[in-house]
């Protein structure tokens, strides 16, 4: 492939969908190349629109610099996703953002939970989203993202906020999975409610586990502490 160059910056264009640009990654590129110009194209498709190196085609146009370009034909935002999976570069809410720009419903939905439940850390929210905390992230990169049970998804966010105020380790992976789980499999039977009391007024029943079974266990033990019914929030 033959690599072209340019001055003329007006002639390139962002990808919709790509990720939106970075100030800090895009200054310290400014100031490596200032320490030692390397040669590193772009790569943009037959449009003119930057496929891979947005953030080194803002710092050198910053700079007044030269861009280095090669066009490969038929890319488009399918290989931009393909090339950044591979990368760590890309953080989960940048292919969300990417993939609900591009008007995929389900991601569109998942942002918009996002936002509504910011008090809770974004990895959660997609785990309980997904169905899991973990274990969805290959899915999420390559637009195959799906809600495990849209249904449910405000119930299991709203309790796990329940426990907010009253457990230091309700957004930990094992916690929540637990919760996931018990709304999932006894929601029939399980009362909100009664766990929200439970936990208020006996605060020093739970603890942190290392498993998602072992989190189970502690709620039950809570959810039946002092009750004349129990019942099984296990398979």
């Known amino acids: 492939m033959r690599v072209e160059e340019t001055t003329d910056y007006s002639i390139f264009k962002y990808l919709l969908g790509n990720r939106a640009i970075d100030e800090n990654n895009k200054n310290r590129i400014k100031s490596s190349i200032e320490k030692k ?25 910053e700079l007044g610099l030269p861009i280095q370009y090669i066009i490969v034909e038929g890319y488009d935002q399918e290989e931009v996703s393909i090339l950044n999976s591979n990368s760590k570069n890309w953080s989960m809410m940048e292919y969300i953002r990417s993939y609900a720009k591009q008007g995929y419903s389900e991601y569109i939905k998942l942002l918009e939970i996002i936002n509504e439940y910011n008090k809770l850390p974004s990895s959660i929210v997609i785990g309980c989203c997904a169905g899991t905390v973990g274990g969805h992230r290959s899915d999420l990169k390559n637009g195959k993202f799906k809600f495990a049970n849209e249904s449910k998804t405000s119930s299991i966010l709203n309790h796990v906020l329940d426990f907010k105020d009253l457990f230091d380790g309700y957004n930990k992976t094992s916690f929540v999975n637990a919760i996931i789980q018990i709304i999932r499999e006894k929601g029939t039977i399980y009362d909100r409610e009664q766990m929200k009391h439970k936990a208020s007024v006996n605060p020093d029943k739970m603890y942190d586990c290392t498993s998602t079974n072992n989190a189970v266990i502690m709620l039950e033990d809570l959810y039946n502490f002092k009750s004349h019914n129990k019942i099984s929030l296990r398979y």
């Open 37 to 61: 110009n390397l040669f590193s194209p772009i790569v943009v498709n037959e449009k003119m629109e930057i496929v891979d190196g947005q953030h080194r085609f803002a710092a050198r146009s």
